[in-house]
């Protein structure tokens, strides 16, 4: 991989950039507060214009100071985010904010500055599209593998110095192999607008109730620790009291009803909501508001959590993968172009049964290029050619084993084990990472395709229900327990999975993406690649390709499964000529409440 940066393979494409970086109390933007924001300025050609670091006074916790070191006394007497926030403003507006794993800090920066604007680019989702080398993608191990030095991790004025480092590197890379980096416009004006028959983003994130769920309320006994409650309707108490004393009590509040919903409370049983429908015919107790605030006045304590899990089976965990499979391809990645649909799948399909992998993007990690119809004008093509990555006819699908492939150039430092490649309808236990459960699904799809395609997940019970609408995670609502979406570029979104903080009813995560837009399908999309990853910033432990037909508006892509007390992944790729609003409500969420 080149490192020097060409001024004008640079420019290309871009305005200016801004480099930010904070340190936080914590990782919830609307719980937590900045402590420290750095922000350095560069101009076309990457030279720093402007620095700028300030320590800031949250007014609060500064939350784990074994990581970044800054004590309350530290912080105090330093300014309050509102007295920088003109001078970050101006260092910020109408320029590109750049951030290694932008979502965090432009967050962070969104909640102190209650305002959106300009774009985003994240050197994290830029790294990944590149395809780098790397056995991860952390700031440190891209700054080792750029021979970038690093001073003081978590400081955020080196880090953010760091990283306009890594970003002209990355830039430059990207320039080479005909990369366009994954900006996001982040303005007002490009949000998508909520519409009323989807569950709204919580601005509080749902807070895991701590006791384990003892069931439906009986027709005279009192509530207990750890049921769930339903509230539809009208309440006399505000909405948000109400629920605040629930929560307090130790009731967890649901937002919709489901065979495990111990009590709906409403007002109006005669309005007929969906909810009440929904309890008659599920046969779940319904009661007023006010029988229902007598009730809170002595709620029975529930068994927690922790000793439910102590008596029952042992922890959820991951088991070793099963071997990869090998062939006349394997450790090779291919990247198909040209061919009707058919034709094009077809070959994918064959790649992976040679050991190979199949590509949907030109980056650095690919080593062959099929060429079928049609595929000679590809402008792809022709930078294979330039970057002397070996380029065949469909006689590579029949001689894999006795035709040469060209490697990818690899960096400085140790390259990524090589994934487990699963074709549709496959399964593998779930690979075994060091520190812990948090595993990353990313879909990726042609950064020629025009549709906008969601990432979505539903959080399901051992009825393939979700429980509550929180259980579906989708852009309106992108957190959930356990679950976040993230829009890493225009052409790629991930679902982050913190196995242990999943809901205690969650047995299955089904994995889909929607085709947004009246008329379009999967069609105009082509393949879908994914990768499932350990963390955030991992390489893929594992990756399939999935070919989404033609006239589908919703794909089934991957499932994450319990088998008694492990973990499996299996590979779908079931669609369906359905939208969005069908699919969810055959698992359960409740469309128009």
């Not at 309890?279 to 529930?302: C, H, K, M, Q, S």
């Not at 070793?320 to 291919?334: E, K, M």
Request: proline share 6%.
């Amino acid at each position: 991989m080149t490192t020097q940066v060409d001024e004008q393979q640079q420019t290309a494409g871009f305005g200016a950039f801004t480099v930010v970086d904070v340190e936080t109390s914590g990782l919830r933007p609307h719980q937590h507060r900045v402590l420290s924001v750095a922000a350095v300025t560069l101009d076309g050609i990457g030279r720093v214009t402007r620095e700028f670091h300030t320590l800031v006074d949250p007014g609060c916790d500064p939350g784990p100071v074994h990581i970044h070191g800054l004590t309350a006394e530290v912080l105090r007497g330093s300014p309050q985010f509102g007295q920088v926030r003109d001078q970050l403003t101006t260092m910020l507006d109408g320029r590109v904010m750049v951030a290694h794993n932008a979502l965090f800090d432009y967050g962070f920066l969104l909640q102190e500055f209650t305002r959106a604007g300009g774009s985003r680019l994240c050197t994290l989702a830029l790294a990944r599209r590149i395809a780098l080398p790397t056995p991860d993608y952390k700031l440190s191990t891209l700054a080792t593998y750029y021979g970038v030095p690093q001073q003081k991790a978590h400081d955020a004025l080196d880090d953010t110095r760091v990283l306009a480092n890594v970003l002209r590197a990355l830039v430059a890379d990207a320039a080479h192999l005909g990369i366009t980096p994954p900006l996001l416009d982040c303005s007002p004006e490009s949000a998508r607008p909520t519409q009323s028959k989807w569950p709204v983003e919580r601005r509080v994130p749902k807070q895991p109730c701590r006791f384990a769920y003892p069931g439906k309320l009986s027709a005279a006994g009192s509530l207990r620790q750890g049921m769930k409650v339903a509230l539809t309707g009208e309440t006399r108490l505000e909405r948000d009291v109400l629920v605040a004393r629930a929560e307090a009590a130790g009731l967890e509040i649901t937002s919709m009803v489901s065979n495990r919903t111990s009590v709906l409370v409403t007002n109006s049983v005669v309005a007929g909501t969906s909810k009440a429908r929904k309890a008659f015919e599920l046969g779940t107790p319904v009661i007023d508001e006010a029988r229902f605030v007598a009730l809170l006045e002595a709620v029975e304590p529930g068994n927690p959590k922790e000793s439910a899990v102590s008596k029952g089976p042992a922890p959820r965990r991951a088991v070793p993968p099963t071997a990869a499979v090998s062939g006349p391809l394997a450790g090779r990645r291919v990247l198909v172009l040209g061919g009707v649909h058919g034709q094009a799948s077809a070959a994918r399909s064959r790649v992976v049964e040679l050991g190979g992998s199949a590509a949907v993007n030109l980056s650095a990690s690919v080593t062959d290029v099929l060429v079928l119809t049609g595929g000679e004008s590809d402008r792809r093509a022709k930078k294979a050619r330039e970057l002397a990555r070996a380029v065949h006819g469909p006689e590579l699908l029949d001689q894999g084993a006795s035709t040469p492939a060209a490697k990818a150039e690899r960096g400085r430092v140790g390259s990524p084990a090589e994934p487990t490649v699963l074709s549709r309808g496959q399964v593998i236990d779930l690979p075994i990472a060091d520190g812990g459960t948090t595993w990353t699904l990313r879909a990726t799809w042609s950064q020629h395709s025009a549709p906008t395609v969601d990432l979505v997940a539903f959080l399901l019970d051992g009825d393939e229900q979700v429980d509550d609408s929180g259980d579906f995670v989708f852009y309106n609502q992108p957190t959930a327990q356990g679950a976040a979406l993230s829009e890493d570029g225009p052409n790629e979104q991930s679902i982050t999975v913190v196995l242990d903080d999943l809901p205690e009813h969650c047995t299955r995560i089904v994995f889909a993406a929607a085709v947004d837009g009246a008329g379009l399908t999967f069609g105009a999309v082509g393949a879908i690649e994914l990768d499932f990853a350990s963390g955030t910033e991992s390489s893929a432990a594992v990756r399939s390709t999935l070919d989404a037909a033609t006239v589908e508006r919703t794909l089934l892509l991957a499932e994450l499964y319990l088998r008694g007390e492990d973990w499996r992944l299996r590979v779908v790729g079931q669609g369906y000529e359905t939208d969005l609003g069908a699919l969810a409500s055959g698992y359960g969420v409740g469309v128009g409440q």
